[in-house]
């Protein structure tokens, strides 16, 4: 089924749901996985449309039917930006795929972006930590510190460079390399070598 970019959307009753804004890329499955559409007046948000709920698509792939109501569409995922991340400067666009780079958007963990679409991915993959936002934050002796505000990633390489914790109205940046996860939580496992580096609260 081809989707152009600024489709147009329409519920199966009828409504028009409003138009592809981006594209979710999964690279463990090497496809698009949804579409974030924006719903302009209709919902006043954006959400994810999977593809398992797309009807069909007019041949040209400018207008999609949706096999959901309005009422079904707005009990979709909200899509929040700060839950997604662009691809790392140089990553190729998929070939299969008729959109330019800057129309795709990737979840913010560091396995996504580790590597462009089309490349084998390491058997470690999954064991490196997958970070999200509101997760406690304990220092290494148990204490909480706050919850995960911000996922900051190199661009360069998709790796997870940093997490920005928050407590309150302070936030502290703790680089990733000094905290694992477990049990739902981050857990701080090495103080930076920097005096300093990383760990004012602001």
């Known amino acids: ?25 999964d690279p463990k499955a ?10 302009g007046g209709l919902l006043g948000h954006d959400v994810l449309i999977s593809r398992d709920v797309l009807d069909r698509a007019s041949a040209d792939g400018d207008e999609v039917l949706l096999d959901l109501t309005k009422n079904e569409l707005g009990q979709l995922e909200h899509y929040e930006e700060d839950s997604y991340v662009p691809p790392p400067v140089g990553w190729p666009a998929p070939v299969m795929y008729d959109y330019p780079s800057a129309a795709y958007v990737l979840a913010a963990t560091p396995d996504p972006l580790s590597r ?12 490196k930590p997958q970070f999200q936002r509101g997760m406690p934050v304990r ?20 790796e997870v460079r940093a997490l ?7 936030t502290r940046e703790i680089a990733a ?22 760990t004012a609260w602001t």
């Open 139 to 158: 220092d290494a002796s148990g204490a909480e510190l706050g919850v995960v505000d911000e996922i900051r990633v190199e661009e360069s390489t998709g």
């Open 1 to 25: 089924m081809r989707i152009r970019l600024d489709a147009k959307v329409r519920t199966k009753d009828g409504h028009r749901a409003g138009r592809v804004r981006k594209v979710l890329w």
């Open 164 to 170: 920005v914790v928050r407590d309150g109205d302070s």
């Open 177 to 198: 390399d000094h905290v694992d996860i477990g049990d739902g939580e981050v857990h701080v496992i090495e103080e930076p070598s920097k005096p300093g580096r990383g």
């Open 116 to 127: 462009p679409p089309g490349v084998r991915h390491d058997l470690h993959d999954h064991e």
């Open 30 to 39: 090497n496809e698009v996985s949804a579409f974030i559409v924006d719903t």
